[in-house]
C-alpha cells in the first residue's frame, strides 16, 4: 500500500515562509502527476499546486506568485516551498496523486497567525 508522508508545517507569521515536504513509498515515482492540498476548518479540500512528471507546475489563483512546486525523483519527494504566508493559508496541507488518489496521510498542519 502506498504511504505519503508529509512534513514541515508549522505556526508561522504573516509574511513569513514554511516548507513542506511529501515522501511517498511508491516505485517509479517519476511518472506521476504529484500535487498538494491543503483543507481549511469547514472547507473542503483543495488542490494548490500540482507538478507533471515533466516537472511543468500549475498553481491555484490563491497561492500563484507566493508558493512553488518542486520535485526529487531519486528521493521519491514533492516540496511546497510557501511564501508571504496569509491567516487565510491556515490548512492542514496534504499531497497526493492527481489522476488516480491514494489513502490520504496524516497532512501537516499550517497555522499563520500573529
Known amino acids: 500500500q502506498v504511504q505519503l508522508v508529509e512534513s514541515g508545517g508549522g505556526l508561522v507569521q504573516p509574511g513569513g515562509s514554511l516548507r513542506l515536504s511529501c515522501a511517498a513509498s511508491?516505485?517509479?515515482?517519476?511518472?506521476?502527476?504529484m500535487g498538494w492540498y491543503r483543507q481549511a476548518p469547514g472547507k473542503q479540500r483543495e488542490l494548490v499546486a500540482w507538478?507533471?512528471?515533466?516537472?511543468?507546475?500549475n498553481y491555484a489563483d490563491s497561492v500563484k506568485g507566493r508558493f512553488t512546486i518542486s520535485r526529487d525523483n531519486a528521493k521519491n519527494t514533492v516540496y511546497l516551498q510557501m511564501m508571504s504566508l496569509k491567516p487565510d493559508d491556515t490548512a492542514v496541507y496534504y499531497c497526493?496523486?492527481?489522476?488516480?488518489?491514494?489513502?490520504w496521510g496524516q497532512g501537516t498542519q499550517v497555522t499563520v497567525n500573529s
Open positions: 497526493n496523486f492527481v489522476k488516480a488518489p491514494r489513502a
Open positions: 511508491i516505485s517509479i515515482f517519476s511518472i506521476y502527476t
Open positions: 507538478i507533471t512528471s515533466s516537472s511543468s507546475t
